[in-house]
């Protein structure tokens, strides 16, 4: 089992203990729908060991856990994108991350506007 945090709302996604709409599961990832989607398709993708932040991450991470973080994205992306998607790491409170589990968001299924707010 990996390393996670009792109190976690994204580890107890990891240890099922609440719900979640899920597309992809495996020993380093898994990917589960938002609950409050921004475009057709919004997938959530984040590591089953608890880290808070992408700096936390790239320190405890080992090279398989960091590069199927990304290989995860990219799957869920071509498998729900139409002609391209988009992938974001809200960080910190400038960045508008609001729970702290690293996460990346795939976004797919519609035109994406830049600068994002
Ligand atoms: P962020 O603002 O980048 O930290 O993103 C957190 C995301 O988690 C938001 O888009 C929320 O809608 C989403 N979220 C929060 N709780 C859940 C949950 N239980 N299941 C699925 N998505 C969730
Ligand atoms: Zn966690």
Not at 62 to 68: L, P, Q, S, T, V
Not at 76 to 94: A, K, T, W
């Amino acid at each position: 089992m990996p390393n996670t945090d009792p109190n976690c709302l994204f580890c107890k996604i990891v240890r099922k203990e609440i719900p979640a709409d899920e597309v992809l599961r495996d020993e380093h990832v898994v990917a589960f729908r938002d609950l409050n989607p921004q475009a057709p398709t919004h997938v959530l993708v984040i590591p089953t060991e608890h880290a808070a932040h992408l700096s936390d991450f790239a320190q405890s991470a080992n090279d398989a856990g960091a590069a199927r973080l990304l290989s995860a994205a990219a799957e869920i992306g071509r498998r729900f994108g139409r002609d391209g998607y988009r992938v974001v790491m809200n960080e910190g409170p400038d960045g508008g991350q609001t729970v702290h589990h690293l996460h990346a968001h795939v976004l797919a299924g519609r035109h994406m506007t830049w600068p994002p707010g």
